[in-house]
């Protein structure tokens, strides 16, 4: 069994008033604190989905420098990301997806997460104040044909793939702020020293 991390930074950041991923938390960018979580919690092949507008501004002094996976077509969503990922990549089995604007998220989270996978299901989705987080989901390589017919759909919701695949969902405790994303520049939370 194989895990790639696939980091997901193709989004427009419009709410956040520019581009958020390379906003630095802790004295890196955002996206390398998802980089660094999948690599210190046990995920040692990962890469980076984005689009040919951003590609041009991801570090080159990244240790490791970590590849990237360029979708044809902008700010079409997560689940044309992932469905780029699984094209591209295709002898790995499971595609363990985060994204670029979750600065904390912690190895542990991840490293619970791919010691959860098994093949009796198709997706492993975590769960948090009775919400689903499908951004931060392990997804089996078989899940494409059926991405690959709700895009051609045009149907983007992570939720409608979740509906059609057998998938077990983790519970993760409410405090976790693994999950919070930075949507806006008041989203950092107060007792923050940013």
């Known amino acids: 069994m194989n895990i790639t991390g696939?980091?997901?930074?193709?989004?427009?950041?419009?709410?956040?008033?520019?581009?958020?991923?390379?906003?630095?938390?802790?004295?890196?960018?955002?996206?390398?604190?998802?980089?660094?979580?999948?690599?210190q919690g046990g995920v040692s092949s990962v890469y980076i989905v984005t689009n040919k507008e951003l590609?041009?501004?991801?570090?080159?002094?990244?240790?490791p420098v970590i590849p990237l996976i360029i979708e044809q077509s902008k700010h079409e969503g997560p689940?044309?990301?992932?469905?780029?990922?699984?094209?591209?990549?295709?002898?790995?089995?499971?595609?363990?997806?985060?994204?670029?604007?979750?600065?904390?998220?912690?190895?542990d989270f991840v490293h619970k997460m791919i010691s959860t996978v098994t093949e009796e299901f198709d997706a492993f989705i975590p769960v948090t104040r009775k919400k689903q987080q499908p951004l931060h989901g392990?997804?089996?390589?078989?899940?494409?044909?059926?991405?690959?017919?709700?895009?051609?759909?045009?149907?983007?919701?992570m939720k409608?793939?979740?509906?059609?695949?057998?998938?077990?969902?983790?519970?993760f405790s409410s405090e976790c702020l693994d999950f919070t994303n930075i949507n806006h520049k008041e989203d950092w939370p107060s007792s923050l020293d940013i």
């Open 160 to 171: 409608q793939l979740i509906e059609k695949l057998s998938v077990y969902f983790l519970s």
């Open 138 to 157: 392990v997804y089996h390589c078989s899940s494409l044909p059926i991405i690959e017919q709700l895009l051609y759909q045009n149907e983007k919701s």
């Open 55 to 63: 590609s041009v501004s991801f570090s080159t002094n990244d240790s």
């Open 6 to 39: 696939i980091v997901l930074a193709g989004g427009k950041s419009s709410r956040y008033g520019k581009q958020k991923i390379f906003e630095s938390y802790q004295g890196i960018p955002f996206y390398s604190h998802s980089v660094q979580a999948f690599i």
């Open 79 to 107: 689940l044309n990301a992932l469905a780029a990922a699984m094209q591209t990549l295709k002898k790995t089995d499971w595609f363990f997806i985060l994204p670029a604007d979750v600065p904390f998220i912690q190895p």
